[in-house]
């Protein structure tokens, strides 16, 4: 079945860096529109950046616009969050999802997704 694998959290100071990475097997990433979310214990899980099934189409949520840029690597299977500024309020948990191949749109929205990938730990803090 189609799994989906984050990598690449850690810990970073205010005003540094970090590359997302979500890998995904059981299927080709190519038919497949890509959206990274993350989650703060208590709050809602918030969209942040979406990519369709090419590198000319991605989505970002105001939060991020300017800071993030989403990628996709197909012939690895992988969909990139490239993250720069980082602000102490990024701090979450991000988690990437597909999306079922015949929906082309991106979608910020955690019920549009089909699949979901079980997160990886971002901590931006001195």
């Known amino acids: 079945q189609l799994r989906l694998v984050e990598s690449g959290g850690g810990l970073v100071q205010p005003g540094g860096s970090l590359r997302l990475s979500c890998l995904l097997s059981?299927?080709?990433?190519?038919?497949?529109?890509i959206a990274w979310f993350r989650q703060v214990p208590g709050k809602e899980r918030e969209g942040i950046s979406c990519?369709?099934?090419?590198?000319?189409?991605?989505t970002y949520a105001d939060s991020v616009q300017g800071r993030f840029t989403i990628s996709r690597d197909n012939a690895r299977n992988t969909v990139y969050l490239q993250m720069s500024s980082l602000k102490p309020e990024d701090t979450a948990n991000y988690y990437c999802?597909?999306?079922?191949?015949?929906?082309?749109?991106?979608?910020?929205?955690?019920?549009?997704?089909?699949?979901w990938g079980k997160g990886t730990l971002v901590t931006v803090s001195t």
């Open positions: 999802a597909a999306r079922l191949p015949q929906f082309k749109q991106c979608k910020l929205t955690p019920e549009a997704m089909d699949y």
């Open positions: 990519i369709a099934d090419s590198n000319t189409v991605t």
């Open positions: 059981g299927s080709r990433l190519d038919a497949y529109t």
